[in-house]
């Protein structure tokens, strides 16, 4: 068959998979080419605490099997398949089968990297022991799961979402829990020291210990084998299994080492239409940095939704290009939210830790009000924050904290910041008002009656 054009699209999970398929889309006289070195190319990442809890096999995660992938999308996946190197300007590949070791050369026309990033854990002893996991992969989840037991001692370090979401998972799993918040924060870099105070009581009551410590150790028996680990204030913490949940970092390589640049943020640098500064090379996911729309910020934000949109941009320009006009990325709006404990917690926008780092003149009014009608059955108290930019009154960001209605109010957030609302306009919405949804004044619109109230007292 005569192809118009190939092209190499490397990295499976969400970014690969959704730019494969939107450049065969774009151009389906196309060669597109998936590569993928593990035998899973797609696969619900979000939802591994479920693994871990037990009540969902790993295996149901998978949203795509590569056979299936290939009839549905006309794509070709190759799986079990490492690239090792690429030279796109010369429009080579050098791949290995990872299971048999053999490798070989392809040409191909075009390249987008979505490698995406790799759990790290901290540079202390022994972060390698046996039964020390990080939290990423089925595989990760799956080794998580079979060494946790009913009664077993394990130590999640790390209360970002991904800390509190793996800490209620081994809880439910029947395991004695200690969760490390190194400073008491909970929720760092996503909400603001006063909101993420309120978490920390039911947090505590749980059915696991808090402590505001950080790991500085992981002692090992004569096997190997997690036995305990240290902290900060020199406690020795016994367990038998310890999860790091400290955070991801860009994998980046294969794009340097083919003489991408690396952003301020330390992802791949990229133009609004996800290309890197490589002939024919373009990037996505969560291995590029992306423009944050709130302060123009170049910023590394590893999450589904900003991976599936900057693979459609990508795919759309490496196929088109010369073909058409582009696509652009128009930046992102961070939303993130968590339901764990009982409770909900969502953040949009920048903290206003963030919007000081960024030097904007920011303040901040917090409130709490119903999240339903008082007397409804659920109803229960939401705390609201709202960062503002003076003078004019700019909405920067939101977070919000309670029981209940939490998360999907924050969604309202997320065009009014996009679109640089002032804070009086969200005083002029309409916002529901029915007694099981929502009280007759909604808690965003009395975080912005004190957010007026700041500006003109």
Not at 1 to 15: E, L, N
Not at 236 to 265: D, H, M, N, W, Y
Not at 329 to 335: K, L, R, T, Y
Request: glycine share 8%; hydrophobic share 45%.
């Amino acid at each position: 068959m005569r192809y118009s054009q190939s092209i190499a699209v490397i990295g499976g999970v969400a970014a690969g998979p959704a730019a494969a398929a939107e450049a065969k889309r774009t151009d389906p006289d196309a060669r597109v080419v998936l590569f993928e070195r593990g035998g899973v190319i797609s696969y619900g990442a979000c939802e591994i605490p479920l693994v871990i809890e037990g009540g969902v096999p790993s295996q149901d995660l998978i949203l795509f099997g590569a056979q299936e992938f290939e009839e549905e999308k006309g794509v070709e996946v190759r799986i079990w398949t490492n690239v090792d190197r690429i030279a796109p300007a010369r429009n080579r590949l050098w791949a290995r089968d990872t299971k048999s070791g053999a490798s070989w050369e392809e040409r191909f026309d075009k390249f987008i990297v979505a490698t995406g990033a790799v759990a790290t854990r901290p540079q202390v002893e022994n972060a390698n022991a046996k039964n020390a996991f990080v939290v990423r992969t089925l595989d990760d989840a799956d080794a998580v799961r079979s060494s946790i037991q009913p009664g077993l001692s394990v130590v999640v370090a790390g209360a970002g979402y991904v800390g509190l979401e793996v800490a209620e998972a081994a809880v439910r799993a029947g395991a004695r829990v200690t969760l490390l918040a190194p400073g008491g924060r909970i929720l760092p870099g996503y909400l603001d020291d006063e909101l993420a105070t309120a978490l920390a009581p039911s947090v505590k009551t749980s059915g696991l210990q808090l402590r505001a410590e950080r790991l500085t150790s992981v002692v090992v028996d004569p096997a190997g084998r997690v036995q305990a680990v240290m902290t900060d204030a020199r406690e020795r913490i016994g367990c038998k299994v310890v999860v790091f949940a400290t955070g991801v970092a860009p994998e980046t390589a294969l794009a340097t080492e083919a003489g991408a640049r690396i952003g301020e943020s330390g992802a791949l640098r990229v133009t609004d239409s996800m290309k890197t500064n490589v002939p024919n090379l373009w990037a996505c996911g969560d291995c590029v940095e992306v423009r944050r729309v709130v302060d123009d910020k170049n910023v590394h934000v590893p999450l589904s939704p900003v991976a599936y949109r900057t693979a459609r941009v990508a795919a759309r320009n490496a196929a088109s290009s010369g073909r058409g006009g582009s696509s652009k990325f128009d930046g992102v709006c961070p939303a993130s939210a968590v339901k764990v404990f009982g409770f909900e917690a969502a953040s949009v926008g920048l903290t206003l830790a963030q919007a000081n780092e960024s030097g904007l003149d920011a303040f901040a009014v917090d409130i709490e009000h119903w999240s339903r009608v008082k007397l409804y059955p659920g109803a229960s108290r939401l705390k609201v924050r709202f960062v503002v930019e003076r003078p004019r009154g700019r909405l920067l960001g939101g977070q919000l904290v309670g029981n209940d209605g939490a998360a999907m109010r924050a969604n309202v957030l997320v065009p009014l910041i996009r679109d640089r609302w002032q804070i009086d306009r969200i005083d002029n919405l309409d916002f529901v008002y029915n007694p099981p949804v929502a009280p007759p004044l909604d808690p965003l619109y009395i975080a912005a009656r004190a957010a007026i109230r700041e500006l003109r007292p």
